[in-house]
């Protein structure tokens, strides 16, 4: 696989997690920016992870795709929203992403 296709996936998660940080300030699609923000950063998730399946197993690149964009969006709204993270939250975004560390390490079709 190659470092193009880690890039997409990269671009993927990014666009993502900034659409999903920007779905509470668009208040129902009430907020014309913030809105447009949800709808562009969906829409390029979306193209950028398609790019990445031309060489990486749907499911390998969805999980790394959901597991990351669980993580970093729990933390941006701890950061932005004050949402807090209690042990529980914790310890099941810290077994996603053991589950996407063990899926990439183990899986034949990651590398």
Same mark, same amino acid.
């Given at each position: 696989? $190659?470092?193009?296709?880690?890039?997409?996936?990269?671009?993927?998660? $990014? $666009?993502?997690?900034?659409?999903? $940080?920007?779905?509470?300030?668009?208040?129902?699609?009430?907020?014309?920016?913030?809105?447009?923000?949800?709808?562009?950063?969906?829409?390029?998730?979306?193209?950028?992870? *398609?790019?990445?399946?031309?060489?990486?197993?749907?499911? /390998?690149?969805?999980?790394?795709?959901?597991?990351?964009?669980?993580?970093?969006? *729990?933390?941006?709204?701890?950061?932005?929203?004050?949402?807090?993270?209690?042990?529980?939250?914790?310890?099941?975004?810290?077994?996603?992403?053991?589950? /996407?560390?063990?899926?990439?390490?183990? *899986?034949?079709?990651?590398?």
């Amino acid at each position: 696989m $190659s470092g193009l296709t880690w890039l997409y996936l990269a671009i993927a998660i $990014s $666009s993502e997690v900034a659409a999903t $940080s920007a779905l509470k300030l668009a208040e129902g699609f009430t907020r014309p920016v913030p809105s447009m923000v949800v709808i562009a950063g969906y829409a390029l998730a979306f193209y950028f992870l *398609s790019l990445t399946l031309r060489d990486m197993p749907v499911g /390998v690149a969805y999980a790394v795709w959901s597991g990351a964009g669980i993580a970093l969006v *729990s933390l941006i709204a701890w950061i932005i929203y004050n949402q807090t993270l209690g042990a529980g939250e914790l310890a099941g975004i810290g077994l996603i992403m053991l589950g /996407v560390v063990v899926l990439n390490v183990f *899986s034949k079709t990651a590398h």
